[in-house]
């Protein structure tokens, strides 16, 4: 099924969207439906072919001329009044040369002449009823086109404001990590090592993961698991980090790269300081089934500094980054809080996977 469904996109449609098949395959129903019709009322197929041929060909010349020609003049421009009066006109200078082609046509058959004239403001009716159908159709089409570009246009915006997000998050992280490791070498620390190790398991996994639209759940928590390990052997006894996780098989679930990370990245940045003797990050982690959809739970607390950094609840680059992402990928999917009490900054993030 798979198969037959991927050579349908791209064999056939393709060929069927050309301008040239479809228009051709329209005419080929309007003709069969038409001789369908008149098997009714005549017995000859050869003069039902004839005159279904020709009436065609004037129908032919009323469609294109309205498409290349009155509507673009007209419609197009929102000249309403004089395109209505381009329409009429058109139906008065063909349907009689019409009704005269087929007369003629009909010079053996004196009785189907008298039938044609006695429906000829039939067809002047029909044909300005095609001019307004092949109105309808037009606008339509060139609607659904337009909408066709709107969308790949917004889609190839959204992925180039993506991978701009994207870049601007890694160097951020490695910026704040390479920070750490600063640190940890100027006090000689034999945890410097471990701490490049911890990073070079991080950067692998931003290097072949973080371009993917979506990761697994379970590669995002072992990410998390890592940078906590390596904020534990910066911050040492200075910090108490907690990190609970209750998702059972979280290799199951999809997640859009590096999105929680910048909030702990705040955590430590703007919660931490050396105004706080023992400073606290909690961060919990679960997936709940609410109403049929499978919610993420991300919750985080850190104690405050005491000076006010209003920068943690304005956001800099990394919570800027982060809203906006979740604006791009998950809209109308998540709920985001961000609250601060006297002693505590609050992050809840719930997220429809």
Known sequence: MANSSNFLTRKIYPYLAQRWVYHGLIWGVYVLLLVVLNRGQQTN??????????????V????YANYQYVLPTYLLQKKYVQFLLAAIALTIVVAPLELVVLYWSLSDYPNRQVKLLEQQTGHFVLFFVIIL??????????????????????????QSELSFLKSQINPHFLFNTLNSIYALTLKKSEKAPEVVLQLSEMMRYMLYRSDEKKVSLLGEIQYIQNYLALEKLRYGNKAQIEFECHIAQPDQYLIAPLLLIPFLENSFKHGLSQSIAVGTV??????????????????????????????????????????????????????LEIEETEELYLVNLQLEL
């Open 45 to 58: 197929i050869a003069i039902i072919i004839q005159q279904t041929i020709l009436h065609l060909l004037f």
């Open 60 to 63: 032919m010349v009323v469609v």
């Open 133 to 158: 159908l092949s109105t309808t159709i037009k606008i339509i089409k060139d609607w659904i086109r337009q909408q066709r570009v709107q969308q790949e246009l917004e889609r190839k915006t959204l």
């Open 282 to 335: 909690t961060c919990m982690l679960f997936v709940e089934q609410l109403e049929g959809k499978t919610i993420l739970d991300f919750t985080l607390q850190n104690s405050k500094t005491t000076e006010r950094d209003v920068r943690y609840i304005k956001g800099g680059i990394g919570l800027v980054n982060v809203r906006r992402r979740l604006e791009l990928i998950y809209p109308n999917q998540y709920q």
